[in-house]
Structures are given as C-alpha cells and as structure tokens.
C-alpha cells in the first residue's frame, strides 16, 4: 500500500454524495467515489474518529459510474454527482431518505413513494453566480465557487443552466471587465421567468452613464425574439433591486399548470429553481393533502403562496404564515393576481418560535401542509395538542436529517403515522434531496410528563454519546502520545548510543573513506 495513497473498499455514499469506507475502524468520506468501488485516496482532513479525503483513482469502478458532461466537474463546486448514472442519483437520494427516517427520527413510512424526477440537464432557473476580478487569470471570473474553495471557478459554460443562459458566461466575463466598477461587482443573479430572462447585478458602488450603455447593449444583444433579457442593479440588500432596461419587460412569472395558477415574483425573492419539478411536487403534495371545500388548512411557511395559492383552488380556506414580511406581502399580491383572495388569508409571524398557546390561538385546522427551510419545524409540531392537532399534515423537506427529527416528534409523542415519503429530485447532479412526506392523526398526544421523561431521557442519551465521543478521543490522544513517546525514547537511545561510542563510529567512518567503500 502506498503510504500517500492507501486503498479503501466504498461501501455507501453518504447525504453529501461522498463514498463511505472503513480503513483500520477510522470512517473515511471520499469525495468522487462510489459503492462498491476500490479506490485510492487522499485525506485533507483528519480527526481521531473519521478523516475527508478525494479520490486519487479509481482502481475498480461501479456500475453506477458515468462520464460527467461538465468539463468543470470536479473543480466547480455546484454539482457533486455528475459521476453518477443519473437514475442511480434518485436511488441514492431515496436511501438517504430511508436511512435518515430509520436511524435519526426511529420511524418508517407505512409506504414510499416513488420518486419523482424530471430533466437531468438545463433545469437550474434561479442561480446566484459570482463575479470577481483576478488579474492573475487576465480578466473577470463568472460562476460558482470551486469545490471546498473561497475561489471562483474558471467557467466557460454550465450544463444545469438552461442553454441560453449558460452562452451567457464568457460574454459577460468580457462584458463587466468593460465597466467603471469591474473589481466591485460580486455577483450577478439569474432569474428565468417564463417569458423574460433576468440578470441582477449586485454593484458596490454606483454605475456611470458609460457603464448603464454597456449594460444596455448586453441585454439588446443577448435578448431573444419575445424573449427580453432585462438588467437589473442591487446597490444593497435584496429588496433594493430594482430593473433599468428594458422598462416595458413583461413579468417575471411562473405558473402551476394543474391549479390555473400564475405566481408573479421578483428576482430576489426565494422560489424554487427548478420549475418543472415544483409543479410535479405541488400536484403531489395537494394529492396527500386531498383538501375540500370548506376544510380550514394552514400553510405554513408559505413563501409567496406556492402550496397556499393551489390549495385555495380546491375551495379550502387557506391561512399561510411566513417570516419574511416582503414574501407576506408578495403572497398577497400573488392571491389578488388569481382571485383567491376570498380564499386565502396572510400573517407574517415566526414560526421558530411557536408555544401551544400561540399555535391554539389560530383556531382550529383540519389539515396543515409544512415547506420549511433546512432547519426543519421541530418547534412548530412540539405545539401542537390533541385540542389543536391536524387530522392530516403534509410535510415538503429540504432536508431529510430534519424531517427525520420532525418526523420522530410527530409519530412518537404527538400521535400521528407516517403514511407515506419520497424524494424529488429537485437538483440533479447534486447532493440535495428534497422530500416530502404524509402523516395522518392515529393517537393520542403524550402528555406533558411522558415529553418531560422522554426529553430527560434523550438529553442523558446524548450526554453518554458527548462523553463516550470525548473518552474514545482521549484515549486515541494518550496512545498517539505513548507512541510519539515511544518514537523520542528510540530516536535520544541511539543519539546516546552514538554519542557513548564517538569514537569507535569516527574511526570506522575514516576507514571507510579511506578505502573508498
């Protein structure tokens, strides 16, 4: 074995896409390998219990291996598993979601559903790219990150971005070394409407009139028939964005085809960033939550009203809570733009901080559908009571280590059953799984000293896991000193040696070289 590249068997892949193996009861995370692989690798980080490291070469490649289509692959930090087949992605993504359910939240769904999976390529409609200045490289950078990296990659072209917005790249690289402010220009957001192309520049200082004319001739040449490419300018934060040309651009918009729902939005404003999908995953969600008429339904965490919006055409009445007060106000100005303001009703609160009393205050919901960020709702369903609960939830994650927490919550102390789960490949070619699962009320609540016994029980469990992680460390750390030890007692022995028998070694040494051996 190669000291620099020891060899290692992959036996899974982990959430992030990386290949799991075991070397000497050491776990190791190979970035680019896969099941069922042998590869060599190199570590770049170590620990006592688990070290990262990337693939040096594959030795023996899976079944699952394909050629990635980006020649950035591996460099470019926004995809992670063009190395995989991609109907091997979506299994992969489904045992993550399985395994996430068993070991974190201890529960299973009664069935899983089958994936949902859309266009492998040219799907990314919303991208944040970066934009930097490095003389070193002669010119401006435009793209994501490199992997692991602070660095921009060096793009020519993206292959999850729609074609024409990927023909994009190097003309704007040329396009902003041309302006006043090309060293204070960081980045530039891509929003794709369905009938208007979007390009907000985010600039940390003011243009000049010479910098709005190169910025006009951009979007005159890139726009296409019907098709405008309309730049924006973001001095500040996300809400200070604003268009200056083409003025008379239509809307940026997508719609929900199964509910006659349109859903006009800024370019700043958080929607999902593959459109096909989301209208895939809206259809589903609404399927489990199978809402009717005259059914009283919470949507929480409702954004700009993606699930508020199609519920409501069911003729439920529909109340939507969401944190951000300009999402709250978009999701007004979307339920206007349908005509369902009748049906559906706004409040602005947050949901982190939910308490029984809070949650019972809204009255009661016969069904509650649940699209939270990546720190999951945990709070929100520890309010809830059996005078309060839905008969039915719906829950669409962006991350399955918490819906697998929330998941645990529900099923093992607030009496619902996990029906049904499955993941949607909202990202092809990357690690993040989106998901979405069903929970029906069966049970009863515990009660307020079953929750207590339960919380001081998982709070002893985890303070024995903290001080047998700390034990296990500590140990590792005594024999690493034992040896380092053991390694200067030899290393001074023989300096003692040495030293003691000076002369003997001078003189063998001469005669050595006096006869030239």
Known sequence: MNQSHPVALVESLDYEGRGVAHVEGKTIFIDGALPYETVSYSSYRKKPSYENADTSAVLKESFMRATPRCPHFGVCGGC??????????????????????????????????????????????????????????????????????????????CHILPPHISALIMPLREMILTLSIKDRMPQVEVAVGEKVDILVFRNMDAISVADEAILRRFS???SQPGRPLQIWLQPKGPDSCYPIYPLDAPKLTYTLRDFNVEMPYYPTEFTQVNPEINNVMVTRALKLLDPQPGERIADMFCGIGNFTLPIARSGADVHGMEGSEALVKRAVENARHNSLEHKVSYEMANLFEVTEESFAALGKFDKMLVDPPRDGAVQLLKALTDETAPQRIVYVSCNPATLARDAGVLVHTKGYTLKAAGIINMFPHTAHVESVAWFEKTGPCKSKKEMDEMEAAEAAAREAAK???????????????????????????????????????????????????
């Open 220 to 222: 005159d040449t890139h």
């Open 80 to 157: 992670s598993m063009q190395h995989v087949e991609f109907s091997a992605q979506v299994a992969i993504k489904q045992r993550v979601l399985e395994d996430n359910l068993k070991h974190i939240g201890k529960v299973s769904a009664e069935r899983m559903l089958t994936p949902i999976a859309g266009p492998a390529w040219g799907y990314r409609h919303r991208a944040r790219l970066s934009a930097r200045l490095v003389e070193k490289k002669g010119g401006v950078l435009v793209g994501f990150h490199e992997k692991r990296s602070s660095y921009i990659a060096e793009m020519t072209e």
């Open 467 to 517: 001080a047998a992680k700390k034990s296990r460390e500590a140990e590792a750390a005594r024999k690493k000193a034992e040896e380092e030890a053991e390694r200067a007692a030899k290393k001074e022995a023989r300096r003692q040696h040495y030293l003691a028998n000076k002369d003997y070694y001078d003189a063998r040494n001469a005669a050595k070289a006096g006869t030239g051996k």
